[in-house]
């Protein structure tokens, strides 16, 4: 059976001595039959050079496994760098969620109110 695994990533994993580790712990992972790694961005607003280059060894790591890397939650300065990168078109990176239209306490409907439309 095929497992989703969700890794909350953040800049002190990307750099220094915390990688080889995190690497060890992503092979744990798709050895345990984690198939599809999900990466969540949300923690990282921008990314230096180092750490885009750790990230392409994620991926790399992944896919010589044959799972899947799936990437949410990219800020917008991430998502511009992937696009001037053309990294976009390397990694699945699931689109930001959308905002409710109508954000509201209301817990019951609006009365009173009447079509125009005759």
Avoid: W, Y
């Amino acid at each position: 059976m095929s497992v989703i695994v969700k890794i909350i990533l953040s800049h002190q994993i990307l750099e220094g001595s915390l990688f080889p580790q995190f690497q060890k712990e992503i092979e744990r992972l798709i050895e345990s039959d984690g198939k599809i790694m999900m990466i969540d961005f949300s923690n990282i607003k921008f990314l230096k050079n180092s750490e885009l280059m750790a990230v392409v060894a994620i991926m790399k790591l992944v896919r010589d496994s044959g799972c899947i890397l799936l990437i949410s939650a990219m800020s917008e300065q991430v998502r511009m760098l992937f696009e001037l990168t053309g990294l976009e078109q390397i990694f699945q990176c699931l689109p930001p969620p959308e905002e409710p239209l109508l954000k509201s306490d209301l817990t019951e409907p609006l009365g009173g109110l009447q079509s125009v439309a005759s």
